[in-house]
């Protein structure tokens, strides 16, 4: 079992005292359905899974029938009048959350012991729901890309083979034929959630400069662009707004993130150039379309996935927890990561065996800012492997 610390979360939560929907969100194929299937063998009460997730949307008279087939399990000769509902790809459903406040709202007033688990994945439409119809009666629970630790667990994955491949369990079996793993990777993975979880539920005004930014973020992961030589590399003339825009939405897939420049207590602006992040290595590997012994020769190209592994798995990290992941630049100086919780600061300086364009800047950082704790990870610091291995917030 993967994804254990999720799962004893929210085992913990659906059968403690209490009564809250747990909204289990993230990007595609990382177990968030496996997951909920375990914890249904798992409590010793009825249960019933259904999903949303067809070509075309269900009604929510579809959410209704299976809201009551659960309500049904509930009146049950086991002793306790309690039954657990999964109900899968919830942001599928138009108005899914006035339906289900309405029905949980329902069972509380009839004192009906129906749990409720909704899984989906589309944070960003999940979140909206969620803050619109249902405040005070969830709780989020972020299930993210898998971690190296998952991963060399799982599969028995060394370090290169994760740097290369990425955190994507349900492509493990397609390593071998690299062809196949790559046309998985781009057409069930990278195409269905840009065109099913942002197109199909989002208003996007220029689809074909959303899968460019898309394209940028992956070709320039671990670099800072600012948004005039986006706008000149993707040929477009949309605005800092827009690109700005896109990019939340491809963060809010799983996909890219623009890491914010590190600015103590002042104003943070969206208008800094931000570092283009991608949560998986993967995303790297199938739109370059290199071969593994051809990456781990080109030192330069190796440095980059790397340096972009450890961004990945600190940013990661930071979802749904009070993490916060950025970067910090001055002149030709540069701090890779710089990670903060409260008043707690952690610089971090990635050795990744890349020539680099800039100078290592945690001295002038600390200067400048109160720094916790400077790290050094890779050459004569802590081993790039090890740093993989353990949790971000055991830094601050």
């Known amino acids: 079992m993967f994804k254990r610390t999720v799962f004893n ?3 913990k939560r659906i059968t403690a005292p209490g009564k809250f929907i747990q909204v289990l969100a993230g990007p595609r194929q990382v177990g968030k359905t496996t997951l909920a299937k375990q914890l249904m063998e798992a409590v010793n009460i009825p249960t019933h899974y259904a999903s949303a997730d067809e070509p075309a949307l269900k009604s929510n008279s579809w959410l209704e029938q299976q809201w009551e087939t659960a309500r049904f399990k509930t009146r049950n000769d086991s002793g306790k009048p309690e039954a657990l509902l999964v109900l899968d ?5 138009p108005n899914w959350s ?3 406040k309405r029905l949980w709202d329902e069972d509380k007033f009839n004192d009906v012991q129906l749990k409720v688990i909704l899984l989906g994945s589309s944070p960003l439409l999940i979140k909206s729901g969620l803050t619109e119809s249902l405040a005070g009666r969830f709780e989020l629970v972020p299930v993210t890309h898998w971690s190296y630790s998952e991963m060399k667990a799982a599969f028995g994955w060394d370090f290169e083979k994760y740097v290369y491949f990425g955190g994507y369990p ?3 079996t397609l390593i071998d034929d690299i062809d196949r793993w790559m046309h998985y990777i781009k057409e069930s993975l990278i195409e269905t959630s840009i065109s099913r979880d942002i197109l199909l539920m989002t208003r996007v005004d220029k689809p074909a400069l959303l899968r460019r930014m898309f394209e940028l973020g992956c070709a320039y992961s671990g670099q800072i662009l600012s948004y005039r030589k ?3 590399q993707l040929q477009d003339s ?3 707004t827009t690109l700005a825009h896109y990019l939340d939405l491809l963060a809010a897939a799983g996909f890219v993130a623009g890491l914010q420049k ?3 207590q002042q104003v943070r602006r969206r208008g800094s150039s931000p570092k283009l992040q991608v949560l998986n290595t993967a995303l790297m590997t199938a739109q370059a379309n ?5 990456l781990i020769r080109n030192r330069d190209l190796w440095g980059r996935w790397v340096e972009s592994a450890v961004g990945a798995h600190l940013l990661n990290q930071t979802i749904g927890r009070e993490l916060e992941l950025y970067y910090w630049s001055k002149s030709n100086l540069e701090v890779d990561f710089v990670l903060v919780k409260g008043n707690k600061v952690t610089a971090i300086e990635v050795k990744s065996g890349a020539s680099r364009a800039t100078l290592p800047g945690i001295d002038a950082f600390a200067g400048e800012f109160k720094v916790t704790r400077k790290l050094l990870v890779g050459a004569q610091g802590i081993p790039l492997e090890e740093f993989l291995m353990i949790p971000a917030s055991a830094w601050l």
Do not use: C, P
Not at 89 to 93: A, R, V
Not at 290 to 294: C, K, M, V, Y
């Open 9 to 11: 979360d929210v085992l």
């Open 238 to 240: 949309g605005n800092t």
């Open 262 to 264: 590190y600015a103590g």
């Open 230 to 232: 986006m706008t000149g």
């Open 290 to 294: 290199i071969g593994f012994e051809e």
């Open 98 to 100: 006035e339906t289900v």
């Open 89 to 93: 790809e919830i942001q599928k459903l």
């Open 170 to 172: 349900g492509a493990v």
